[in-house]
C-alpha cells in the first residue's frame, strides 16, 4: 500500500469513529413547563382517544421532561382549539392533535384560520372510517342497509361527528355514490354518536374504528364495510370487508390524525416534538394501540408532511363544494 494510500486510510479511519462517537443529535431544547396537549374535538372521539393514550406514553418513555396535559377546546367544530393554537405565536409549549375539521372547520365556517397558520409537527396516522348499524337492526350486509335508505329517501338517521365535517362529507359522497338520501344528525364527538347509535336513536354512523371498537367487542354495534379500497390488515379489523366487496362500487376516504404546534415557534422546538412522536411511533404501545384501535400507522414529517396537507386540502374543498356543503 503507497505512503498516500496509508494517510487515506488513517484519515477515513479516524472521520468513522468520530461520527460514531457522535452518535444522534440530542435535542437543544426541552420544554421548561407542562405542555397544552389541545384536542379540538369532543371527549370520546377518535382525537380524544389518541391524545388521552399518547400523553401519558411521552412520560412512560421518558421523551419529555415536563407532562403533557390533555385539554379539550372543541367548540365551533374545533375552532376554539385551532384559535387558541393561533393566538399562541411563539409559545413552544403548546401542541394540538388534529383531525380532518383542520380542513372542514375554516373551509365550513368561514372562521379566520388556515392549518398554516400553526407549524406542522408530523403525522402519526391515518384513520379509516367504518360503516356501523345496531347488531339488532335486521341488516347483515351493506346491501341490504343501503336498499332499505333507497327504498325510503330521509327516512334512516345517519348519526356524525358536526355539520358539515368529516362524517357529513363521507355520508353526503355516499349518497352521491349509491344514490341514496340520509337524515343526517349532527352530534358533538364520536362517542356521543356511537352511544346513540347503541341506544337505536340513529340508524347508522361512519365512526372511525376506535369510536366503536368496545361497542362492536361487547355485541351492541355491527360494522357493515370498512370505506376503502382495502381491508384493514390488522388481526381484529381484517374480517370487516371493504365496500366495494359488499357493493362492487370503489370507494375510499381516509382522516388525519397529526400534531401542530404554534405558529411563530424555533426550529429546534419543532424538532424536539418531531423527535418525542417519532419514538412514540416507534413505541410498542404504539404498535398495540394501531392494531386495537384499527388505525392505519404513517408518521411523516417535514416537507413531505407539508405537501400531503396541501394536497388532502385541496381535496376537502372539492368534496366539500360538490357535496353542496360550501355556499
Not at 117 to 131: C, G, K, N, R, S
Not at 207 to 216: K, T
Not at 217 to 234: A, F, H, M, S
Request: proline share 6%; net charge positive.
Amino acid at each position: 500500500m503507497s505512503k498516500g494510500m496509508k494517510v487515506f486510510m488513517i484519515v477515513a479511519c479516524s472521520l468513522a469513529m468520530l461520527f460514531a462517537s457522535v452518535g444522534p443529535v440530542k435535542a437543544s431544547w426541552v420544554p421548561k413547563q407542562p405542555v397544552e396537549f389541545i384536542i379540538p374535538a369532543g371527549a370520546g372521539g377518535g382525537a380524544d382517544v389518541m391524545a388521552r393514550f399518547m400523553a401519558p406514553i411521552i412520560s412512560k418513555l421518558k421523551l419529555s421532561p415536563k407532562p403533557f396535559v390533555v385539554i379539550n377546546k372543541a367548540a365551533g367544530a374545533g375552532a376554539e382549539g385551532f384559535m387558541y393554537v393561533k393566538a399562541q405565536k411563539g409559545n413552544p409549549h403548546v401542541i394540538i392533535i388534529t383531525l380532518d375539521n383542520l380542513f372542514t372547520t375554516p373551509l365550513a365556517t368561514g372562521v379566520p384560520f388556515n392549518w398554516k397558520d400553526m407549524t406542522p409537527v408530523a403525522m402519526m396516522a391515518l384513520d379509516y372510517f367504518i360503516l356501523w348499524v345496531n347488531s339488532a337492526s335486521p341488516w347483515k350486509t351493506t346491501n341490504e342497509f343501503f336498499d332499505a335508505v333507497r327504498a325510503s329517501p330521509g327516512k334512516y338517521v345517519m348519526g356524525g361527528t358536526g355539520a358539515k365535517q368529516e362524517d357529513q362529507v363521507l355520508t353526503v359522497l355516499i349518497e352521491q355514490t349509491f344514490g341514496l338520501k340520509f337524515n343526517y344528525v349532527p352530534f358533538k364527538g364520536g362517542g356521543a354518536v356511537a352511544v346513540e347509535l347503541v341506544g337505536k336513536h340513529i340508524d347508522s354512523t361512519v365512526n372511525n374504528p376506535s369510536e366503536a371498537v368496545s361497542h362492536w367487542k361487547n355485541g351492541t354495534l355491527r360494522p357493515l364495510c370498512v370505506i376503502d379500497y382495502e381491508r384493514i390488515n390488522l388481526p381484529d379489523w381484517k374480517v370487516v370487508p371493504t365496500i366495494e366487496e359488499e357493493t362492487g362500487k370503489k370507494l375510499s376516504y381516509l382522516m388525519l390524525r397529526g400534531i401542530f404546534m404554534a405558529p411563530g415557534v424555533t426550529p429546534e422546538q419543532q424538532a424536539f416534538y418531531v423527535d418525542v412522536f417519532k419514538k412514540v411511533s416507534e413505541s410498542a404501545e404504539w404498535a398495540k394501540y394501531v392494531s386495537d384501535m384499527g388505525l392505519k400507522a404513517q408518521f411523516m414529517s417535514g416537507d413531505e408532511y407539508v405537501k400531503w396537507l396541501e394536497v388532502k386540502e385541496a381535496k376537502m374543498k372539492t368534496l366539500m363544494t360538490s357535496g353542496g356543503l360550501l355556499k
